[in-house]
Protein backbone atom coordinates (compact mmCIF):
# COMPACT_ATOMS: atom_id res chain seq x y z
CA UNK A 1 0.00 0.00 0.00
CA UNK A 2 1.01 3.46 -0.80
CA UNK A 3 0.33 6.22 1.06
CA UNK A 4 1.57 9.95 0.56
CA UNK A 5 4.58 9.84 2.24
CA UNK A 6 5.52 6.74 -0.09
CA UNK A 7 4.24 8.92 -2.90
CA UNK A 8 6.63 11.14 -2.48
CA UNK A 9 9.79 9.01 -2.31
CA UNK A 10 8.75 7.14 -5.64
CA UNK A 11 8.33 10.81 -7.25
CA UNK A 12 11.60 12.19 -5.79
CA UNK A 13 13.64 9.05 -6.77
CA UNK A 14 12.07 8.62 -10.23
CA UNK A 15 12.86 12.36 -11.44
CA UNK A 16 16.03 12.22 -9.47
CA UNK A 17 17.04 9.38 -11.45
CA UNK A 18 16.02 10.89 -14.57
CA UNK A 19 17.69 13.93 -14.35
CA UNK A 20 21.12 12.12 -13.52
CA UNK A 21 21.56 9.84 -16.52
CA UNK A 22 19.24 12.73 -19.03
CA UNK A 23 21.21 14.76 -20.87
CA UNK A 24 19.47 17.55 -22.99
CA UNK A 25 18.09 16.83 -26.72
CA UNK A 26 15.74 17.05 -28.99
CA UNK A 27 13.75 14.32 -30.39
CA UNK A 28 10.17 13.58 -31.11
CA UNK A 29 7.25 12.87 -28.41
CA UNK A 30 6.42 9.05 -27.73
CA UNK A 31 3.35 7.95 -29.79
CA UNK A 32 0.08 8.46 -27.44
CA UNK A 33 -1.62 5.39 -27.35
CA UNK A 34 -3.54 5.76 -24.42
CA UNK A 35 -7.38 7.08 -24.02
CA UNK A 36 -7.35 10.70 -25.35
CA UNK A 37 -9.94 11.37 -22.89
CA UNK A 38 -10.86 8.90 -20.25
CA UNK A 39 -13.02 11.80 -18.65
CA UNK A 40 -12.36 14.74 -20.90
CA UNK A 41 -8.39 14.68 -19.17
CA UNK A 42 -5.86 15.67 -22.03
CA UNK A 43 -2.72 14.05 -22.03
CA UNK A 44 -0.22 16.68 -21.58
CA UNK A 45 2.05 17.17 -24.46
CA UNK A 46 5.83 16.39 -23.37
CA UNK A 47 9.59 17.11 -24.61
CA UNK A 48 11.23 13.64 -25.29
CA UNK A 49 14.83 13.85 -24.29
CA UNK A 50 17.51 11.32 -25.90
CA UNK A 51 20.04 9.68 -24.16
CA UNK A 52 21.21 7.96 -26.18
CA UNK A 53 24.84 8.80 -27.66
CA UNK A 54 24.03 8.65 -31.55
CA UNK A 55 23.31 11.77 -33.17
CA UNK A 56 19.96 12.42 -34.11
CA UNK A 57 19.51 11.74 -38.57
CA UNK A 58 19.11 14.55 -40.32
CA UNK A 59 16.29 14.93 -43.17
CA UNK A 60 18.65 15.81 -46.18
CA UNK A 61 16.73 16.47 -49.82
CA UNK A 62 18.69 15.42 -52.81
CA UNK A 63 18.85 18.22 -55.54
CA UNK A 64 15.45 17.85 -57.42
CA UNK A 65 14.14 15.21 -55.38
CA UNK A 66 10.36 15.84 -54.45
CA UNK A 67 9.36 16.39 -50.79
CA UNK A 68 6.42 14.56 -49.80
CA UNK A 69 3.50 16.68 -48.38
CA UNK A 70 2.29 15.47 -45.30
CA UNK A 71 -1.32 15.25 -44.68
CA UNK A 72 -3.39 17.08 -41.48
CA UNK A 73 -5.19 14.66 -40.70
CA UNK A 74 -3.87 11.41 -38.79
CA UNK A 75 -5.99 8.84 -37.22
CA UNK A 76 -5.05 6.90 -34.39
CA UNK A 77 -6.39 3.55 -33.36
CA UNK A 78 -5.69 1.69 -29.75
CA UNK A 79 -6.63 -1.03 -28.15
CA UNK A 80 -5.19 -1.42 -24.36
CA UNK A 81 -5.30 -4.28 -22.15
CA UNK A 82 -5.07 -3.43 -17.78
CA UNK A 83 -5.22 -5.27 -14.81
CA UNK A 84 -7.98 -2.86 -13.47
CA UNK A 85 -10.14 0.25 -14.32
CA UNK A 86 -9.10 2.87 -11.81
CA UNK A 87 -10.19 6.55 -13.22
CA UNK A 88 -9.39 9.37 -10.60
CA UNK A 89 -8.01 7.16 -7.75
CA UNK A 90 -11.51 4.88 -7.59
CA UNK A 91 -11.00 1.49 -8.64
CA UNK A 92 -14.07 1.15 -10.27
CA UNK A 93 -12.77 -2.45 -11.61
CA UNK A 94 -10.29 -4.60 -9.89
CA UNK A 95 -10.42 -7.64 -12.75
CA UNK A 96 -9.25 -6.97 -15.90
CA UNK A 97 -10.68 -4.74 -18.78
CA UNK A 98 -9.76 -3.53 -22.36
CA UNK A 99 -10.22 -0.69 -23.63
CA UNK A 100 -10.49 0.10 -27.43
CA UNK A 101 -10.19 3.56 -28.65
CA UNK A 102 -9.79 5.64 -32.15
CA UNK A 103 -9.11 9.49 -32.62
CA UNK A 104 -8.97 11.45 -35.59
CA UNK A 105 -6.58 14.41 -35.72
CA UNK A 106 -6.44 17.76 -37.81
CA UNK A 107 -3.87 19.88 -37.20
CA UNK A 108 -5.06 23.66 -39.10
CA UNK A 109 -1.59 25.79 -38.28
CA UNK A 110 -1.63 28.74 -37.11
CA UNK A 111 -5.45 27.53 -35.27
CA UNK A 112 -4.04 25.01 -33.41
CA UNK A 113 -4.78 20.80 -33.72
CA UNK A 114 -8.31 19.38 -33.42
CA UNK A 115 -9.28 16.06 -32.84
CA UNK A 116 -12.28 13.89 -32.09
CA UNK A 117 -12.97 10.15 -30.88
CA UNK A 118 -14.32 7.68 -29.03
CA UNK A 119 -13.28 5.59 -26.28
CA UNK A 120 -14.65 2.42 -24.21
CA UNK A 121 -14.07 0.40 -21.21
CA UNK A 122 -15.21 -3.75 -21.56
CA UNK A 123 -14.92 -5.97 -17.93
CA UNK A 124 -13.40 -9.44 -18.89
CA UNK A 125 -15.86 -10.92 -16.04
CA UNK A 126 -17.87 -10.02 -13.09
CA UNK A 127 -16.34 -7.59 -10.97
CA UNK A 128 -17.67 -7.14 -6.63
CA UNK A 129 -20.10 -3.75 -8.32
CA UNK A 130 -22.80 -6.33 -10.07
CA UNK A 131 -21.85 -5.90 -13.62
CA UNK A 132 -21.50 -9.08 -15.50
CA UNK A 133 -18.44 -8.06 -18.10
CA UNK A 134 -18.94 -6.39 -20.99
CA UNK A 135 -18.93 -2.59 -21.86
CA UNK A 136 -19.51 -0.34 -18.48
CA UNK A 137 -18.18 3.02 -20.50
CA UNK A 138 -18.47 4.57 -23.78
CA UNK A 139 -17.07 8.25 -23.80
CA UNK A 140 -17.53 10.45 -26.97
CA UNK A 141 -15.03 13.49 -27.10
CA UNK A 142 -13.78 16.21 -28.73
CA UNK A 143 -10.69 18.80 -27.99
CA UNK A 144 -8.18 21.67 -29.23
CA UNK A 145 -4.84 22.39 -28.32
CA UNK A 146 -2.32 25.08 -29.72
CA UNK A 147 1.07 26.01 -28.50
CA UNK A 148 2.23 29.30 -27.27
CA UNK A 149 5.69 29.05 -26.95
CA UNK A 150 6.32 26.58 -24.77
CA UNK A 151 2.86 26.64 -23.63
CA UNK A 152 0.64 24.19 -24.46
CA UNK A 153 -2.93 25.32 -23.74
CA UNK A 154 -5.98 22.31 -24.64
CA UNK A 155 -9.54 22.37 -24.62
CA UNK A 156 -11.76 19.34 -24.30
CA UNK A 157 -15.17 18.00 -24.11
CA UNK A 158 -16.89 14.38 -23.53
CA UNK A 159 -19.88 12.55 -23.00
CA UNK A 160 -19.66 9.37 -20.72
CA UNK A 161 -22.21 6.71 -21.13
CA UNK A 162 -22.36 4.22 -18.80
CA UNK A 163 -24.64 1.12 -20.13
CA UNK A 164 -24.97 -1.09 -17.09
CA UNK A 165 -26.56 2.04 -14.58
CA UNK A 166 -29.60 2.12 -14.41
CA UNK A 167 -31.76 4.48 -14.98
CA UNK A 168 -29.03 4.81 -17.65
CA UNK A 169 -29.90 8.71 -18.62
CA UNK A 170 -29.87 9.94 -15.56
CA UNK A 171 -26.31 8.51 -15.05
CA UNK A 172 -24.50 9.97 -18.19
CA UNK A 173 -22.08 12.89 -17.54
CA UNK A 174 -21.34 15.59 -19.98
CA UNK A 175 -17.56 16.80 -18.78
CA UNK A 176 -15.73 20.44 -19.92
CA UNK A 177 -12.55 19.99 -19.31
CA UNK A 178 -9.32 22.83 -20.21
CA UNK A 179 -5.47 22.04 -19.64
CA UNK A 180 -2.08 23.81 -20.14
CA UNK A 181 1.81 22.79 -19.89
CA UNK A 182 4.82 24.12 -19.99
CA UNK A 183 7.07 22.42 -22.32
CA UNK A 184 11.30 22.72 -20.93
CA UNK A 185 14.21 20.71 -21.36
CA UNK A 186 14.07 19.59 -17.87
CA UNK A 187 10.13 18.63 -16.66
CA UNK A 188 6.68 19.54 -17.79
CA UNK A 189 4.73 20.95 -15.53
CA UNK A 190 0.78 20.57 -16.56
CA UNK A 191 -2.93 21.54 -14.87
CA UNK A 192 -5.92 19.55 -16.04
CA UNK A 193 -8.92 20.79 -14.67
CA UNK A 194 -12.59 19.23 -15.22
CA UNK A 195 -16.07 20.36 -14.61
CA UNK A 196 -18.59 17.34 -14.27
CA UNK A 197 -22.24 17.63 -15.30
CA UNK A 198 -24.94 15.97 -14.87
CA UNK A 199 -23.52 13.95 -11.80
CA UNK A 200 -21.49 15.64 -9.03
CA UNK A 201 -21.98 19.14 -10.72
CA UNK A 202 -18.25 19.43 -9.36
CA UNK A 203 -14.48 20.51 -10.33
CA UNK A 204 -11.52 18.10 -10.44
CA UNK A 205 -7.70 19.19 -11.09
CA UNK A 206 -4.85 17.48 -11.63
CA UNK A 207 -1.25 19.30 -10.83
CA UNK A 208 1.24 17.39 -12.27
CA UNK A 209 4.39 16.59 -14.08
CA UNK A 210 5.77 14.23 -16.79
CA UNK A 211 9.10 13.84 -19.16
CA UNK A 212 9.87 11.44 -22.04
CA UNK A 213 12.85 9.80 -23.32
CA UNK A 214 14.05 8.80 -26.36
CA UNK A 215 15.95 5.11 -24.98
CA UNK A 216 17.05 3.78 -28.22
CA UNK A 217 19.50 4.93 -31.38
CA UNK A 218 16.86 4.14 -33.71
CA UNK A 219 14.38 6.34 -31.79
CA UNK A 220 12.20 3.59 -32.07
CA UNK A 221 12.16 2.64 -27.67
CA UNK A 222 10.29 5.79 -25.37
CA UNK A 223 10.00 5.97 -21.82
CA UNK A 224 7.28 8.50 -20.81
CA UNK A 225 7.59 8.79 -16.32
CA UNK A 226 3.94 11.04 -15.26
CA UNK A 227 2.98 11.84 -11.65
CA UNK A 228 0.26 13.97 -10.15
CA UNK A 229 -1.57 15.15 -7.16
CA UNK A 230 -5.65 16.32 -8.05
CA UNK A 231 -8.08 18.53 -6.01
CA UNK A 232 -12.01 17.60 -5.88
CA UNK A 233 -14.47 20.53 -4.96
CA UNK A 234 -16.51 20.16 -2.47
CA UNK A 235 -19.68 19.11 -5.02
CA UNK A 236 -17.20 16.20 -6.49
CA UNK A 237 -16.15 15.03 -2.95
CA UNK A 238 -19.93 15.38 -1.66
CA UNK A 239 -21.07 13.12 -5.14
CA UNK A 240 -17.89 10.59 -4.51
CA UNK A 241 -17.09 10.39 -1.08
CA UNK A 242 -19.71 11.76 1.18
CA UNK A 243 -17.22 14.66 2.23
CA UNK A 244 -18.59 18.76 1.65
CA UNK A 245 -15.72 20.44 1.44
CA UNK A 246 -13.20 20.75 -1.58
CA UNK A 247 -10.21 18.69 -0.77
CA UNK A 248 -7.25 16.90 -1.82
CA UNK A 249 -8.39 13.58 -4.03
CA UNK A 250 -5.43 11.03 -5.50
CA UNK A 251 -2.01 10.77 -6.17
CA UNK A 252 -0.50 8.73 -9.21
CA UNK A 253 2.89 7.83 -10.42
CA UNK A 254 3.07 6.45 -14.03
CA UNK A 255 5.33 4.50 -16.25
CA UNK A 256 5.30 3.88 -19.71
CA UNK A 257 6.90 2.25 -22.71
CA UNK A 258 6.10 2.03 -26.25
CA UNK A 259 8.33 0.68 -29.28
CA UNK A 260 7.72 1.74 -32.90
CA UNK A 261 7.38 -1.86 -34.73
CA UNK A 262 6.95 0.23 -38.04
CA UNK A 263 5.91 3.35 -38.40
CA UNK A 264 2.41 3.08 -38.25
CA UNK A 265 2.15 0.64 -35.70
CA UNK A 266 3.37 0.54 -32.05
CA UNK A 267 3.03 -1.61 -28.71
CA UNK A 268 3.90 -0.78 -25.02
CA UNK A 269 3.55 -1.27 -21.15
CA UNK A 270 2.48 0.23 -18.49
CA UNK A 271 3.03 0.25 -14.81
CA UNK A 272 0.83 2.69 -12.29
CA UNK A 273 0.50 3.11 -8.44
CA UNK A 274 -2.41 5.09 -7.09
CA UNK A 275 -4.56 5.93 -4.46
CA UNK A 276 -6.72 8.22 -2.58
CA UNK A 277 -5.08 10.88 0.05
CA UNK A 278 -7.46 12.37 2.54
CA UNK A 279 -8.46 9.95 5.67
CA UNK A 280 -11.89 10.51 5.14
CA UNK A 281 -11.96 10.60 1.36
CA UNK A 282 -9.90 6.82 1.55
CA UNK A 283 -12.20 5.78 4.78
CA UNK A 284 -15.80 6.47 2.45
CA UNK A 285 -14.37 4.59 -0.66
CA UNK A 286 -13.24 1.47 1.15
CA UNK A 287 -16.99 1.40 2.07
CA UNK A 288 -18.14 2.48 -1.63
CA UNK A 289 -15.34 0.98 -3.64
CA UNK A 290 -13.29 -1.64 -1.68
CA UNK A 291 -10.21 -0.22 -2.79
CA UNK A 292 -7.96 2.76 -2.19
CA UNK A 293 -4.28 1.97 -2.96
CA UNK A 294 -3.57 0.19 -5.90
CA UNK A 295 -0.97 -1.05 -8.34
CA UNK A 296 -1.75 -1.94 -11.64
CA UNK A 297 -0.85 -2.32 -15.29
CA UNK A 298 -0.96 -3.46 -18.86
CA UNK A 299 -0.26 -3.45 -22.34
CA UNK A 300 -1.62 -2.06 -25.76
CA UNK A 301 -1.08 -2.12 -29.28
CA UNK A 302 -1.82 1.33 -31.24
CA UNK A 303 -2.08 1.95 -35.48
CA UNK A 304 -1.50 5.83 -36.94
CA UNK A 305 -2.23 6.88 -40.23
Known amino acids: MLNTKNLLLVSAFIFATAFAFAKDGEGQPPPSHSPAF ?85 EMGDNRRGHDGGVTEADYFAGWNRNFGQLVTGLGYAYCQFPQRQPANLCNIHVVSASIDWKNSWVTPFVNGNLDINESDGFYAQFGLSRAFVLTEDERLFLRMSTYLSWGSGPYNRYYFGQNSGDLVDYNVTLSLAYALTKNVTIGGTVAASGLIDGTIRDQAQQNYGYNDLVWGGFNIALRF
Not at 51 to 57: G, S, Y
Not at 76 to 94: H, K, L, M, T
Request: proline letters at 8%; charged letters at 20%; a negative charge.
Open 38 to 122: TAAETVPEVEAVVITNAPLPECVVEPGQAVEEKSPFTFNAQIDFYSAYVWRGIVFCEEPVYEPGAQIHYDAGVLGRFMAGVWANA
